[in-house]
């Protein structure tokens, strides 16, 4: 992990920190509305943060560190909610709720990520709501609490989003022309295509086994530029902030502190 992606996560995890503290101490009104949830980040802090914070709001909460480990949870029970960081290692956000979308449609999703900014869910992205992270979690209690809701969990008519398959690029051919491997979601066979150097947003071709029209999208490199409504964040610079290590435990006794006060 380089420098500028830790101070990242320990702002990330600050936020979470602060506002957590408020809501373990009875500061946040209870929502009626309780729900499975799995949260889904590579980031062992943030899934322990959020962990904690949904499940002191009553929710029973799973959490998962890749796309892989959270279609295995998935599988073992089903979530009413996938909270899903974009950007991991092994399968990405981008893949596993586009894999979610198609498998299980009658399951809410939402994405998020500390890379972009804005409140929007770019096309392509196979989610309902986009949550900025180390912005202001009572944005994104309000989205879970608004799709914890009865309607809203019984109603498969909710305007859903095009599931594109996201692939990465896979490098390129003996001719130097960059290519990517496509797998076809109907006939499940492979094929390579050639792929210009354009990142997205979202493109069209038919398979060369059973003709059938696939959309896909190429996985962004990291620091690589997105297309809108996302708006890429400025690099900030690097800082030495409060330990990771510590944020837990800070956690757990200032919210003791706060239940004894």
Not at 189 to 209: A, L, S
Not at 238 to 256: D, K, Q, R
């Amino acid at each position: 992990m380089s420098k500028i992606e830790q101070s990242g996560n320990e702002r990330e995890c600050n936020t979470l920190f602060q506002e957590s503290a408020l809501i373990l101490g009875g500061g946040y009104e209870m929502p009626g509305a309780k729900i499975k949830l799995l949260i889904v980040d590579d980031e062992p802090m943030t899934r322990t943060l959020l962990s904690q914070i949904f499940t002191e709001l009553g929710h029973h909460v799973r959490s998962a560190k890749d796309g892989f480990s959270a279609l295995i949870e998935i599988r073992h029970e089903m979530p009413d909610i996938v909270l899903s960081d974009l950007n991991m290692p092994g399968m990405s956000g981008f893949e596993l709720l586009s894999v979610v979308r198609r498998r299980f449609p009658s399951m809410r999703a939402i994405a998020m990520s500390g890379a972009f900014s804005g409140n929007r869910v770019q096309p392509g992205v196979a989610a309902d709501a986009f949550y900025e992270k180390a912005t202001s979690l009572a944005s994104l209690l309000k989205i879970v609490n608004t799709m914890a809701q009865p309607e809203w969990i019984s109603s498969p008519f909710h305007p859903r989003t095009l599931a594109p398959v996201w692939i990465p690029k896979n490098g390129h051919d003996p001719a130097g022309e960059a290519f990517v491997t496509i797998s076809c979601p109907e006939c499940l066979r492979t094929f390579p295509r050639v792929h210009g150097e354009d990142i997205g947003p979202i493109h069209k071709t038919n398979c060369t086994h059973c003709g059938n029209l696939i959309h896909y999208a190429i996985i962004p490199p990291t620091g690589a530029a997105f297309p809108q409504p996302f708006q890429q964040k400025p690099v900030a610079a690097t800082t030495t902030t409060t330990h990771l290590s510590l944020l837990a435990s800070n956690l757990e006794s200032e919210a003791e502190r706060l239940h004894q006060g």
